[in-house]
C-alpha cells in the first residue's frame, strides 16, 4: 500500500502526479505511432516523468518499458541516440538524461556509458571553457548553452556515480567485422540461420549451406531452386524450409512439399511442441503443422507482418513483429492467446533467436528517415523483456548462436560475422574529471550576468551536479557562494501565484509550467524544507495549472505533451517533499 501524509498539499499532489502519468505515458505511445520516430523531447521527457514517478504513484509499466525501448533501440554504434534527422548532440542529450533513472540491465548501461563517451566527443572547448551547444535549438536547449549542458552535465554526473559505486564494472562492447569472418560459397542472398551440433546451416538462393565456424569450411548440403527464407533443424533430424510460397523438408535424400494451402509468404520456421509453426508475412499469421496438415494458429489482431520466431525461455511462442512506429516483440501461448512482449522497438524486428544467458538476439531493418539513415542493428532483450541496441551490420539478415558465439548474416556480401564482445571502454570518465573544472569556469564567469530565469535555474543544477567531483577547497568555496546567488535570483524572481517566467518579471501572466518546473528542480539541490513557501508556492502554481485530461501547456513547445513530460520529472520530487522518502512502489504490470 501506498503512504499518505499529514500534508494537505500531499494527496493533491498525489493525484496530479497519477493524472500527468497516465497523460504522458498514452500519450506518448500514441504519438510514437503518428510520427514513427524518436522526437528529440517527446518520448525522453515523458520517459524521464514515467521514471522519476515510478516510486511515487501508479505507474503503468507497460507504458514506461515502452518509452524506454524508443530510446535504448535507437543507440547508434557511435554512442548518438536517435532515429531520424541529424541532430547529435541535441538528439543525444534529450536521450541520455532519460535514461538516468533507468540504468538497470548491463546492456542500457552500456548504452549510457556510450552515449557520455559520444556526448564528451561533442563539447565544444573555447578560450572560456568547456559547454555544450544544441545543433537543432528546441524547447529549453534553444538558443544558448545552459540547457543543454546542464542535461549532458547531470547525466555525465549520474555515470560518474555509478561507477564510483562499482556499478558499471564488467560492460561490454559489442562489434561486428571486427573480429571473425567467413565468405560463402557461390550461392547468394544467405536470409534464415540455425545452429547445429557441428555448425550453422543458412538458408539461401538455391540451396542450404553449411558452415563450421571453428575450421572455416562451408559445404552444400542440398540444392533448391527458389530463394530461401529460413531453415530449421527438426527433432526428427530432418530440415525445414521456408520461401515465398513453400515450406519443404529434406529428410537426407529427398525433398517433399508440405506448404501450407494459402500460397503466401513464408519467412520464419520454429519447431515447438512438437509441431512446426511459420509465419506468413502477407497474410498476418502463424500457421502450425502437426506433420498430417496445417492450420491456422493465431491471426491479425496485435499480429502485423509477423517475421521471426523463437521459443521463450517461459516455453511461449516470440515473435518479431510491426510496422515502423509499432514494432514489437509478442508472445503466444500454447493456447494460441497473444499478447506483448516487448512493445517500442525503434525499428521494424525481422529475426530473433534464443541465447546464452536467459537473452535474446534480435535483429531489426535498416531505416533511412528525415535525412537520416539508421544501419540494420542487432539488439539484446533480457528475460525481462529490455532491449537495448548493441551493434549494427550492412545487409543485416539472420542471427545465431553457436557454442556460446553469437553470428550474424550479411546477404548482401554473402557473409557470416561473429558478432564479438570485448570490455567496454570507460577511459573517458577520466578525461571528464580531469575537466571538471573547465566546465565550471564559464558558469563562475557569469554569476551576475543574465535575466534569463532558465539560464540561471541550468547553471545552479550544473554546479550542483559537478560539485561531488571538485576536491579543491578555493573552487569548492567559489561555487557553493555561487549556487547561493542563483538561488536568491530565483527565489526572488518567484510571482506570488508561485510561478516562475522566464524573462518577464512584471506580470503572473508570464508565468510558465515548463519554467516553474526547471526552477522547482534546480531550487531541490539547495534542499528547501517541506515548509518553503517556495516550493508550497511552486506546488500550488503547477496544481492549479494541471487540464483535467493531467497535461499541462506552456509556451516552449508546440504539444501538451513536451510541457507535461517536463513538469512531470519536477512534480514526483516535489512529492517526495511532501511525503517523505517511503512511498512504496505501485505497479500496474503489463497482462
Same mark, same amino acid.
Given at each position: 500500500?501506498?503512504?499518505?501524509?499529514?500534508?494537505?498539499?500531499?494527496?493533491?499532489?498525489?493525484?496530479?502526479?497519477?493524472?500527468?502519468?497516465?497523460?504522458?505515458?498514452?500519450?506518448? @505511445?500514441?504519438?510514437?505511432?503518428?510520427?514513427?520516430?524518436?522526437?528529440?523531447?517527446?518520448?525522453?521527457?515523458?520517459?524521464?516523468?514515467?521514471?522519476?514517478?515510478?516510486?511515487?504513484?501508479?505507474?503503468?509499466?507497460?507504458? !514506461? %518499458?515502452?518509452?524506454?525501448?524508443?530510446?535504448?533501440?535507437?543507440?547508434? %554504434?557511435?554512442?548518438?541516440?536517435?532515429?531520424?534527422?541529424?541532430?547529435?548532440?541535441?538528439?543525444?542529450?534529450?536521450?541520455?538524461?532519460?535514461?538516468?533513472?533507468?540504468?538497470?540491465?548491463?546492456?542500457?548501461?552500456?548504452?549510457?556509458?556510450?552515449?557520455?563517451?559520444?556526448?564528451?566527443?561533442?563539447?565544444?572547448?573555447?578560450?572560456?571553457?568547456?559547454?555544450?551547444?544544441?545543433?537543432?535549438?528546441?524547447?529549453?536547449?534553444?538558443?544558448?548553452?545552459?540547457?543543454?549542458?546542464?542535461?549532458?552535465?547531470?547525466?555525465?554526473?549520474?555515470?560518474?556515480?555509478?561507477?564510483?559505486?562499482?556499478? =558499471?564494472?564488467?560492460?561490454?562492447?559489442?562489434?561486428?567485422?571486427?573480429?571473425?569472418?567467413?565468405?560463402?560459397?557461390?550461392?547468394?542472398?544467405?536470409?534464415?540461420?540455425?545452429?547445429?551440433?557441428?555448425? !550453422?546451416?543458412?538458408?539461401?538462393?538455391?540451396?542450404?549451406?553449411?558452415?563450421?565456424?571453428?575450421?572455416?569450411?562451408?559445404?552444400?548440403?542440398?540444392?533448391?531452386?527458389?530463394?530461401?527464407?529460413?531453415?530449421?533443424?527438426?527433432?526428427?533430424?530432418?530440415?525445414?524450409?521456408?520461401?515465398?510460397?513453400?515450406?519443404?523438408?529434406?529428410?537426407?535424400?529427398? !525433398?517433399?512439399?508440405?506448404?501450407?494451402?494459402?500460397?503466401?509468404?513464408?519467412?520464419?520456421?520454429?519447431?515447438?511442441?512438437?509441431?512446426?509453426?511459420?509465419?506468413?508475412? &502477407?497474410?498476418?499469421?502463424?500457421?502450425?503443422?502437426?506433420?498430417?496438415?496445417? &492450420?491456422?494458429?493465431?491471426?491479425?489482431?496485435?499480429?502485423?507482418?509477423?517475421?521471426?520466431?523463437?521459443?521463450?525461455?517461459?516455453?511461449? =511462442?516470440?515473435?518479431?513483429?510491426?510496422?515502423?512506429?509499432?514494432? %514489437?516483440?509478442?508472445?503466444?501461448?500454447?493456447?494460441?492467446?497473444?499478447?506483448?512482449?516487448?512493445?517500442?522497438?525503434?525499428?521494424?524486428?525481422?529475426?530473433?533467436?534464443?541465447?546464452?544467458?536467459?537473452?535474446?538476439?534480435?535483429?531489426?531493418? @535498416?531505416?533511412?528517415?528525415?535525412?537520416?539513415?539508421?544501419?540494420?542493428?542487432?539488439?539484446?532483450?533480457?528475460?525481462?523483456?529490455?532491449?537495448? @541496441?548493441?551493434?549494427?551490420?550492412?545487409?543485416?539478415?539472420?542471427?545465431?548462436?553457436?557454442?556460446?558465439?553469437?553470428?550474424?548474416?550479411?546477404?548482401?556480401?554473402?557473409?557470416?560475422?561473429?558478432?564479438?564482445?570485448?570490455?567496454?571502454?570507460?577511459?573517458?570518465?577520466?578525461?571528464?574529471?580531469?575537466?571538471?573544472?573547465?566546465?565550471?569556469?564559464?558558469?563562475?564567469?557569469?554569476?551576475?550576468?543574465?535575466?534569463?530565469?532558465?539560464?540561471?535555474?541550468?547553471?545552479?543544477?550544473?554546479?550542483?551536479?559537478?560539485?561531488?567531483?571538485?576536491?579543491?577547497?578555493?573552487?569548492?568555496?567559489?561555487?557553493?557562494?555561487?549556487?547561493?546567488?542563483?538561488?536568491?535570483?530565483?527565489?526572488? @524572481?518567484?510571482?506570488?501565484?508561485?510561478?516562475?517566467?522566464?524573462?518577464?518579471?512584471?506580470?503572473?501572466?508570464?508565468?510558465?509550467?515548463?519554467?516553474?518546473?526547471?526552477?522547482?528542480?534546480?531550487?531541490?539541490?539547495?534542499?528547501?524544507?517541506?515548509?518553503?513557501?517556495?516550493?508550497?508556492?511552486?506546488?500550488?502554481?503547477?496544481?492549479?495549472?494541471?487540464?483535467?485530461?493531467?497535461?499541462?501547456?506552456?509556451?516552449?513547445?508546440?504539444?501538451?505533451?513536451?510541457?507535461?513530460?517536463?513538469?512531470?520529472?519536477?512534480?514526483?520530487?516535489? !512529492?517526495?517533499?511532501?511525503?517523505?522518502?517511503?512511498?512504496?512502489?505501485?505497479?500496474?504490470?503489463?497482462?
Amino acid at each position: 500500500s501506498q503512504e499518505s501524509s499529514a500534508d494537505p498539499l500531499f494527496d493533491q499532489v498525489k493525484k496530479a502526479v497519477e493524472f500527468g502519468v497516465k497523460y504522458v505515458g498514452e500519450q506518448g @505511445r500514441v504519438w510514437n505511432k503518428q510520427h514513427k520516430c524518436l522526437g528529440c523531447y517527446i518520448q525522453t521527457q515523458a520517459l524521464m516523468g514515467l521514471a522519476a514517478s515510478k516510486n511515487k504513484a501508479d505507474i503503468n509499466l507497460a507504458e !514506461l %518499458n515502452f518509452l524506454q525501448h524508443t530510446v535504448t533501440t535507437a543507440v547508434q %554504434n557511435n554512442g548518438d541516440i536517435k532515429s531520424s534527422h541529424g541532430w547529435n548532440t541535441t538528439q543525444t542529450a534529450f536521450g541520455l538524461w532519460s535514461l538516468r533513472d533507468a540504468l538497470v540491465s548491463p546492456e542500457v548501461k552500456s548504452a549510457a556509458v556510450l552515449a557520455g563517451k559520444r556526448l564528451w566527443g561533442l563539447r565544444k572547448v573555447n578560450s572560456s571553457g568547456i559547454d555544450w551547444f544544441a545543433e537543432h535549438p528546441t524547447g529549453w536547449m534553444a538558443e544558448r548553452p545552459e540547457g543543454v549542458t546542464a542535461a549532458v552535465v547531470m547525466s555525465l554526473a549520474t555515470l560518474l556515480e555509478a561507477e564510483k559505486n562499482q556499478e =558499471l564494472s564488467n560492460l561490454s562492447k559489442y562489434s561486428v567485422g571486427l573480429g571473425a569472418e567467413f565468405n560463402l560459397s557461390n550461392g547468394t542472398r544467405p536470409q534464415g540461420m540455425t545452429s547445429t551440433s557441428d555448425g !550453422l546451416l543458412l538458408a539461401k538462393n538455391g540451396l542450404v549451406e553449411h558452415l563450421d565456424p571453428e575450421s572455416g569450411k562451408t559445404k552444400i548440403l542440398f540444392a533448391i531452386n527458389q530463394q530461401l527464407y529460413d531453415v530449421e533443424v527438426l527433432s526428427s533430424g530432418e530440415i525445414a524450409v521456408s520461401g515465398n510460397d513453400f515450406v519443404q523438408i529434406f529428410d537426407g535424400e529427398n !525433398l517433399r512439399d508440405i506448404s501450407p494451402p494459402s500460397g503466401r509468404t513464408y519467412t520464419a520456421l520454429q519447431e515447438w511442441n512438437g509441431h512446426l509453426f511459420v509465419t506468413d508475412l &502477407q497474410s498476418n499469421a502463424i500457421w502450425v503443422y502437426d506433420f498430417v496438415e496445417w &492450420q491456422v494458429f493465431a491471426q491479425d489482431g496485435l499480429i502485423t507482418k509477423p517475421d521471426g520466431l523463437a521459443v521463450s525461455y517461459d516455453g511461449d =511462442l516470440l515473435v518479431a513483429n510491426g510496422v515502423s512506429g509499432a514494432s %514489437n516483440i509478442l508472445k503466444i501461448n500454447a493456447e494460441g492467446q497473444v499478447s506483448i512482449f516487448a512493445d517500442g522497438l525503434s525499428f521494424r524486428p525481422f529475426r530473433i533467436e534464443r541465447v546464452k544467458g536467459d537473452r535474446y538476439l534480435l535483429s531489426t531493418e @535498416r531505416t533511412a528517415y528525415t535525412g537520416h539513415t539508421t544501419e540494420a542493428g542487432i539488439h539484446l532483450m533480457d528475460r525481462d523483456a529490455n532491449i537495448t @541496441r548493441i551493434a549494427e551490420l550492412y545487409s543485416l539478415n539472420g542471427i545465431s548462436e553457436y557454442k556460446d558465439k553469437w553470428y550474424a548474416i550479411s546477404d548482401l556480401q554473402n557473409k557470416v560475422y561473429e558478432i564479438e564482445e570485448k570490455p567496454l571502454d570507460k577511459d573517458y570518465f577520466n578525461e571528464v574529471l580531469a575537466s571538471v573544472d573547465l566546465i565550471i569556469a564559464p558558469i563562475l564567469q557569469n554569476v551576475t550576468n543574465s535575466r534569463d530565469t532558465l539560464d540561471v535555474a541550468f547553471r545552479l543544477i550544473t554546479l550542483a551536479e559537478l560539485l561531488p567531483f571538485v576536491e579543491d577547497e578555493t573552487l569548492i568555496a567559489q561555487m557553493t557562494d555561487a549556487i547561493v546567488s542563483f538561488e536568491n535570483f530565483l527565489r526572488d @524572481r518567484q510571482f506570488s501565484n508561485g510561478g516562475w517566467g522566464r524573462y518577464d518579471i512584471s506580470t503572473e501572466a508570464s508565468a510558465d509550467p515548463v519554467i516553474t518546473a526547471w526552477v522547482g528542480i534546480a531550487l531541490d539541490y539547495t534542499n528547501p524544507s517541506i515548509d518553503d513557501p517556495m516550493v508550497r508556492g511552486a506546488i500550488t502554481y503547477l496544481l492549479g495549472s494541471q487540464a483535467e485530461n493531467g497535461s499541462w501547456s506552456g509556451e516552449y513547445f508546440s504539444t501538451r505533451l513536451g510541457t507535461t513530460g517536463i513538469v512531470m520529472a519536477y512534480m514526483p520530487t516535489a !512529492l517526495e517533499r511532501l511525503g517523505g522518502l517511503d512511498i512504496d512502489l505501485n505497479l500496474t504490470l503489463p497482462e
